[in-house]
C-alpha cells in the first residue's frame, strides 16, 4: 500500500468519527472554558502532545491558561477549569492530577474513549471521542489523538466566533521569541 493510500485511509476513518460525537457534551465543554478563570490542561504521551497544542491556541485567544507539567503554573482555585486527555482513562498521573482538582474546587473536564474509567468517575462532565475502526486499525490510540486534535480546534475556530477572535487578533499573542 503506497502513503498515499494509507492518508486516504487515516483520513477516512476520523471522518467516519465524526458522527459519534456528542454536540451537547462539546458545547458544555466550550461553556466551561468560557467561565473558566484560568485553564489548566494536562495528558500524557502523544496524548499530552495533542493538549499542549489545544492550550497553545487557547492562549492565543487570549484566555489564561497552564499546562500541569509547567513549573510556572499559578496556585489553582475555585472557578478554575481542569482539562485532561485520556485514551483510557486511566492514566495514573492524570487521577492523581484530578483528585488534587477535585478537591480543591476545579471543575474537570475529560476528552476521552472510556466513560467508565477511573478518570470519567472524577470528571464533571465527559466529551467522549467514541472510536470505530472502519478500515484501519492504526496503531495505540492514534485515532483517539487525531481526533482529539481535530475536535480540539474546531472547539477554539467557535470559540473565536463567541470571543470576538480573528486570525489576526490571535497572531498578535504568538511567540515573538522562538
Keep these: 500500500m503506497t502513503i498515499r493510500n494509507v492518508l486516504s485511509n487515516i483520513l477516512t476513518e476520523i471522518s467516519a468519527q465524526e458522527g459519534n460525537l456528542n454536540e451537547d457534551q462539546l458545547q458544555e465543554f466550550k461553556n466551561a472554558i468560557i467561565s473558566a478563570k484560568h485553564i489548566f490542561l494536562a495528558g500524557t504521551g502523544r496524548s499530552g502532545l495533542m493538549i499542549s497544542a489545544f492550550a497553545n491556541r487557547l492562549m492565543h485567544l487570549g484566555l489564561n491558561v497552564s499546562l500541569i507539567t509547567e513549573i510556572s503554573k499559578p496556585k489553582a482555585n475555585v472557578g478554575d477549569l481542569l482539562i485532561l486527555g485520556s485514551n483510557s482513562g486511566e492514566t495514573k498521573s492524570l487521577i492523581a492530577y484530578a483528585n488534587q482538582a477535585k478537591a480543591i474546587g476545579v471543575k474537570i473536564i475529560l476528552f476521552t474513549t472510556n466513560n ?19 478500515q484501519l486499525n492504526q496503531p495505540m490510540g492514534s485515532t483517539f ?34
Aim: aromatic content about 4%.
Design 145 to 178: 489523538e487525531q481526533l482529539s486534535l481535530l475536535t480540539y480546534d474546531s472547539i477554539i475556530y467557535s470559540l473565536m466566533e463567541d470571543l470576538n477572535q480573528t486570525p489576526e487578533s490571535m497572531k498578535n499573542r504568538h511567540a515573538n521569541i522562538e
Design 116 to 134: 467508565n474509567s477511573s478518570l470519567a468517575k472524577l470528571a464533571d462532565n465527559i466529551v467522549a471521542i467514541p472510536i470505530n475502526v472502519v
